[in-house]
């Protein structure tokens, strides 16, 4: 069964840079998109980005100045980096496994989320 | 970017009562929406894709419909385990470019 952590610093200082990786463990990365949303507090979830099955890269025109993903085959992992935070970039940060299924195109799994905090 | 907007924000509903939200794009998205179930410290759950068709393992009370701009997502005979945030997501055009709608929360009157 494949299942996605996310796992990274949960407090980060304003004007930093957020680094956050998601490990992937019985499965491949290969076939599929692996993408990065996130869920501020009390609101609803925001689309970051993701690293399509070629692992070129797709993200949020709203973030897309600040952010960086990538992927690390070996480990079965990949990252996300989110420059220049600011408080409103605090959130609970999801990774997820994003699926093709002509025509079709979903986020069939998800990990449990990381908290992040941005604060001095 | 495709604005996606859910009504209601909340709704109150008694167990084995029916409960129907609603999505709307900014434009068009064909039949290109999934819906999401997420309860509180769990990973979300893919509930519906291609606006109609029930993920692997969802329950036949959860049932989609609509296309282009308007969506319906409806739970025929609300469960105690169906009390959550739901949220759609567009995934118009290839490749994908994807907005989520703010959600609807669906408490237990």
């Known amino acids: 069964q494949v299942h996605l952590q996310e796992s990274g610093p949960g407090l980060v200082k304003p004007s930093e840079t957020l680094s956050l990786t998601c490990t992937v463990s019985?499965?491949?990365?290969?076939?599929?998109?692996w993408g990065w949303i996130r869920q501020p507090p009390g609101k609803g979830l925001e689309w970051i980005g993701y690293?399509?099955?070629?692992?070129?890269?797709n993200y949020n025109s709203s973030l897309r100045s600040r952010v960086t993903m990538s992927v690390d085959t070996s480990k079965n992992q990949f990252s996300l980096r989110l420059s220049s935070v600011t408080a409103a970039d605090t959130a609970l940060y999801f990774c997820?496994?994003?699926?093709?299924?002509?025509?079709?195109?979903?986020?069939?799994?998800w990990g449990r989320g990381t908290l992040v905090t941005v604060s001095s | 970017e495709i604005v996606m907007t859910q009504s209601p924000a909340s709704l109150s509903v008694s167990p084995g009562e029916r409960a129907t939200f609603s999505c709307r794009a900014s434009?068009?998205?064909?039949?290109?929406i999934a819906w999401y179930q997420h309860k509180p410290g769990q990973a979300p759950r893919l509930l519906i894709y291609?606006?109609?068709t029930r993920a692997t393992g969802i329950p036949a009370r959860f049932s989609g419909s609509g296309s282009g701009t308007d969506f319906t997502l409806t739970i025929s005979s609300l469960q105690s385990e169906d009390f959550a945030v739901y949220y759609c997501?567009?995934?118009?055009?290839?490749?994908?470019?994807?907005?989520f709608g703010g959600g609807t929360k669906v408490e237990i009157k």
């Open positions: 434009q068009s998205v064909t039949y290109n």
């Open positions: 997820a496994r994003g699926t093709t299924l002509w025509p079709d195109w979903f986020f069939d799994l």
């Open positions: 690293l399509s099955d070629t692992y070129s890269t």
């Open positions: 019985g499965g491949s990365l290969d076939n599929y998109f």
């Open positions: 997501q567009q995934y118009n055009n290839w490749p994908p470019r994807v907005s």
């Open positions: 291609g606006a109609s």
